[in-house]
Every structure is written in structure tokens, then in C-alpha cells.
């Protein structure tokens, strides 16, 4: 299993009128037995004007969660997390 996270603020790269009040993107593909798995478009936009913070873990299985990152963004004095979990699942 490979999993790939890109954090992309559309502002840094001059297409901030493009993107309107939302240019944050968290693009994630997981790739697992040859098949991938991305996220994309809409799915892809995070809620906040600005990044204000990042953290990474060492990846743990809890339950059937891993944590992989957490983001943190902001609109004014408005604070956003966003998570990046893996979850499992049975096949069934």
C-alpha cells in the first residue's frame, strides 16, 4: 500500500481568482495491489482561505483508522482541521 498527499494552495501559484475564496487543495491518491484509488475535484477542496498549519504523525493503526496528517486552515479568525485517515474495511 502507498498513499501520496499534496497540499496545493492555488493563490501561491498565482491562480487565487481562479480558485474565488476556496484555494486550498489536498490532492490524496492511494495505490494498493496495482489498483489507485484519488481523490478529486470537488472532493479535493479544503474549507479556508489560508494555511495555517500541518502536522504529521507516524502512522498507526487505531481500531480501523490510521491518522496520516492533519491540516489546518483559516478564513479570518475562523480555525478548519482536516484529516487524512485511512479506514478499513471488510470486503463484505
Known amino acids: 500500500m502507498k498513499v501520496m498527499g499534496q497540499l496545493v494552495d492555488l493563490g501561491e ?4 481568482e481562479a480558485a474565488g475564496k476556496r ?5 490524496v491518491r492511494l495505490t494498493v495491489a496495482g489498483g489507485t484509488a484519488p481523490i478529486r475535484g470537488a472532493e479535493s477542496v479544503l474549507e479556508g482561505e489560508t494555511l495555517a498549519h500541518t ?4 502512522p498507526a493503526w487505531a481500531g480501523d483508522e490510521m491518522h496520516l496528517l ?10 478548519y482541521s482536516h484529516y487524512v485517515l485511512l ?3 471488510d470486503a463484505n
Do not use: D, F, K, S
Not at 501559484?13 to 487565487?16: C, E, F, K, T, V
Not at 484555494?23 to 490532492?27: G, M, T
Not at 502536522?55 to 507516524?58: G, I, K, L, T
Open 70 to 79: 492533519t491540516v489546518e486552515t483559516r478564513t479570518g479568525n475562523r480555525l
Open 87 to 89: 479506514q478499513q474495511e
Open 55 to 58: 502536522a504529521e504523525v507516524e
Open 13 to 16: 501559484i498565482g491562480l487565487a
Open 23 to 27: 484555494p486550498l487543495r489536498l490532492l
